[in-house]
């Protein structure tokens, strides 16, 4: 499954709307519009050759618009801020650079930017994030801003868009019968079985057929990487509780158990959360994987996770996950 990573970054949504049918009509769903020729549209999805960590999932230009989409199983906010150099490449690559030192008004398409949200965790119907949110100070109308729309498209969720795109809908029909049967079977087994049930029940049929190994390939990894991240976020929050039980007995207070139980678990959160990350970079710097990639992996800016990653090395190669969680406590890291 790594390989399938370098080679693409991608995940099904990303094969799916490589078609530019398929981007038309999450257009008309997105718009309330009927636009009929796909060939009026121009994908510019930025290609992982450029840099990896400019890979976005999907991008087009239509009708004087330039959209750019992802899709993610979890809530993100600095998603604007990802966006800001998604769009600085999207522009790099439409204008040219002598253009910029014209006397004339260089003509731009205006963007958009969408995330479309698939995770299990709950999430509202429809989200803005936006750029100014992280300023470190705010003061007035913002110089520069940047706002990213998150639509849930699990089920129940955005209904009149799912109804006006089949590709999107049937894509989460796809993604619920692989979630249904993945405890059960195994994620391989299960990714085979919604193929399979797909192909048969007319849904995305052709894109299934033609593409099948792939989706499968991609799916495993990807669904794979989804019940990590759950196992992460359950075993935090236990070891939270476990944390908040343990100060509050020693307390030996009934009225303080509470307050104990309250600051042990957010402590013992953010205790288990950290433990989690080192253990997921020093995997990742063991396969010798760059620091930028490691960061598009967990979705990390290199600013935040940069001194987190300059810790772990000086503990190679044991990687003694309890040294470098004491070092990263007393640098306050």
Not at 3 to 28: G, H, M, P, Q, S
Not at 269 to 276: D, E, P, S, T
Request: proline share 4%; charged share 30%.
């Amino acid at each position: 499954m790594a390989t399938i990573y370098r080679n693409y970054k991608d995940n099904v949504f990303c094969l799916l709307y490589r078609d530019r049918a398929n981007l038309l009509e999450l257009y008309n769903g997105l718009n309330g519009t009927d636009y009929k020729d796909p060939e009026e549209l121009t994908v510019v999805t930025l290609p992982n050759t450029v840099c990896i960590q400019y890979k976005n999932d999907a991008a087009f230009t239509f009708s004087k618009d330039l959209y750019l989409c992802e899709q993610q199983a979890t809530g993100n906010p600095n998603m604007p801020l990802r966006f800001l150099h998604y769009i600085s490449e999207e522009y790099r690559h439409i204008v040219a650079e002598r253009d910029l030192y014209r006397q004339n008004a260089v003509r731009i398409p205006a963007p958009h930017f969408v995330v479309f949200y698939n995770g299990t965790a709950p999430q509202p119907e429809r989200q803005v994030y936006k750029l100014s949110e992280l300023y470190e100070k705010s003061e007035g109308e913002p110089e520069l801003e940047i706002s990213a729309v998150m639509l849930n498209i699990n089920s129940g969720y955005n209904q009149e868009l799912m109804e006006r795109c089949r590709t999107l809908s049937d894509y989460m029909r796809f993604v619920d019968k692989v979630r249904h049967s993945q405890e059960m079977l195994g994620t391989e087994a299960a990714v085979r079985q919604a193929v399979e049930e797909c192909i048969a029940e007319d849904i995305l049929k052709k894109f299934f057929q033609e593409h099948k190994e792939e989706v499968v390939g991609m799916s495993i990894w990807e669904f794979n990487e989804e019940l990590y991240r759950e196992a992460m976020r359950e075993d935090a929050l236990e070891d939270g509780r476990n944390e908040g039980l343990r100060q509050g007995r020693e307390e030996g207070l009934q009225e303080g158990l509470q307050e104990g139980l309250q600051q042990g678990l957010q402590q013992g959160l953010q205790q288990g959360f950290q433990r989690k990350r080192v253990e997921l970079i020093c995997r990742k710097l063991e396969k010798g994987k760059p620091t930028e990639q490691i960061a598009e992996e967990l979705e990390e800016s290199i600013e935040d996770l940069q001194p987190v990653i300059d810790t772990v090395k000086k503990f190679a190669p044991e990687y003694d996950v309890d040294g470098i969680l004491k070092e990263l406590s007393h640098n306050k890291i």
